[in-house]
Structures are given as structure tokens and as C-alpha cells.
């Protein structure tokens, strides 16, 4: 990384945090975050100059706490959640953080996310989260195409944030309830 100084550092800030879309990697960001707090003297300074928390901008310095090998990952984007790398910090000793970045490393992220769920829900340990997870793959998976209006769209996330689950999983559950209570009926075509 080129040498910062305080425009490039609060540059490369604003411009990966306040978008959806990142140019830089986690790394990058988690450097420009460490030379900020040097320069301001506190997360908390940085945080208020920047717009986030003192909480994010400390999950962020973890990363540069993390093996090289585990921050070569990142900066490949391997890994590209801050979520994820924060998570893999707060493991014991190096060889288990290299060993955990590796294996998420070979999942996708809609894998990752459930294996954090089962973590959370169930209570389960990872590594039989991610057995369960890995487990039940569906060999033949079956898509459906659904079309729904912005307002129907709304209503969903509405209910989904409400039942604090996936949109797509609370669409499931409602398909799956109608299936298990109702008779089979002709259905008219258009």
C-alpha cells in the first residue's frame, strides 16, 4: 500500500464505508483506520470525524492483528466480510484463525451466513454447524421463480424483519405451510 497521510486515510474511509460497493480491501481499510486513530489519538475521535462507530472502527484495527497468511486472504478477498475477519480474530492462536480462514474460505457466503445462524440459534459449535450445514445440501434443488409487486415486495421484508428471518426462507415457510394444509385444488390459467 502506498504511504498514507490523512486525506488519502479518511479518502479511502469514506469512500469504502459509505458505499455499498468496496474498491479496497478490508485490509487497506483496516490500515487507513490504524493510521487515523495514531493521528487522532483515540477510536472514538476517529469514529466521530468518519461517521461510525468506535465498535466498527475497532473490528476493522483487529484485522491487522490476524496472521499474514489470514491477511493475504483478505486482501484477495477470499474473505471480504468485515464480519467474518472480526470473527475469525477472536479465535484463541494464530493456527486456529489460519485454519478457520481457510475452511470459510471454501465456503460460499450464503453458507457462511448459516453456519453463523446455527452458531447463534442453536447454539451448536462451529465446526458442527458447518457439518450440518455441508450436510444438508440439497443434491437436486429445486427453484422457483416468484414475481411479486414493490408492495408485495415491501410486505414480505416487512413480516421477515418482523419474524426476524431471510425474506426467502420466510417465503418458504408460508409456500411449505400452505402445502401442508391445503387440498388440492385446480388452478385456472390465464
Not at 497521510?5 to 474511509?13: F, V, Y
Not at 457466503?109 to 444438508?136: C, F, N, P, W, Y
Request: glycine share 2%; hydrophobic share 40%; proline share 2%.
Amino acid at each position: 500500500m502506498n504511504t498514507l497521510d490523512e486525506q488519502s486515510a479518511l479518502a479511502i474511509i469514506f469512500a469504502n464505508t459509505k458505499r455499498k460497493k468496496r474498491t479496497e480491501d478490508l485490509v487497506t481499510i483496516a490500515q487507513a483506520c490504524e493510521y487515523l486513530v495514531r493521528l487522532y489519538g483515540t477510536q472514538q475521535a476517529l469514529a466521530r470525524k468518519v461517521g461510525l462507530s468506535a465498535e466498527i472502527i475497532r473490528e476493522f484495527r483487529k484485522i491487522l492483528t490476524l496472521p499474514e497468511r489470514v491477511r493475504d486472504m483478505i486482501r484477495t478477498r477470499q474473505i471480504d466480510s468485515l464480519d467474518v475477519a472480526y470473527r475469525i480474530s477472536m479465535l484463541g492462536d494464530a493456527n486456529e484463525q489460519v485454519k478457520a480462514a481457510k475452511e470459510i474460505t471454501v465456503l460460499s457466503s450464503e453458507d457462511v451466513r448459516d453456519i453463523k445462524r446455527l452458531v447463534r440459534t442453536a447454539q451448536l459449535s462451529a465446526a458442527e454447524s458447518k457439518k450440518r450445514v455441508l450436510e444438508s445440501k440439497l443434491k437436486g434443488l429445486h427453484v422457483f421463480i416468484m414475481d411479486f409487486d414493490d408492495e408485495q415486495y415491501r410486505r414480505i421484508i416487512a413480516r421477515a424483519k418482523q419474524a426476524r428471518t431471510d425474506p426467502a426462507e420466510l417465503v418458504k415457510q408460508v409456500v411449505l405451510q400452505w402445502l401442508e394444509h391445503s387440498t388440492p385444488r385446480r388452478i385456472k390459467r390465464r
